[in-house]
Nanobody, 125 residues
């Protein structure tokens, strides 16, 4: 069973930076695709970025050039560096993981089975 625990959220001003972390444990053979999602109050959950075991990444258009997803396989940790933060980035951020048969399946449209509890990011103007 895969367990995920996010950390690193907080409150920053517009233009600031944060680095989110997601520690993964258990089921190392059940996760070769990981992702960050976010959900703002009153809005549906949206995919922010994905990364597959080989390192290929995909990003939502709204965060391209500002956010960077990465992973440390030795530490079983997923990261997301968020720069130039905007008030519209305010949301609960969730880490997700799953096993995909092909790297091409690891996209923001994939329906992940394993989720963390989330970490809040608040950006003030």
């Amino acid at each position: 069973q895969v367990q995920l625990a996010e950390s690193g959220g907080g409150s920053v001003q517009t233009g600031g930076s944060l680095r989110l972390s997601c520690a993964a444990s258990g089921g190392s053979d059940e996760r070769n695709c990981m992702a960050w999602f976010r959900q703002a109050p009153g809005k549906p959950r949206e995919a922010v970025a994905t990364i597959e075991a080989g390192g290929s990444t995909q990003y939502a258009d709204s965060v391209k050039g500002r956010f960077s997803i990465s992973q440390d396989n030795a530490k079983s940790t997923l990261y997301m560096q968020m720069n130039s933060l905007k008030p519209e980035d305010t949301a609960m951020y969730y880490c997700a993981a799953d096993l995909v048969p092909w790297a091409a399946y690891c996209t923001p449209r994939f329906r992940f089975n394993y989720w963390g509890q989330g970490t809040q990011v608040t950006v003030s103007s």
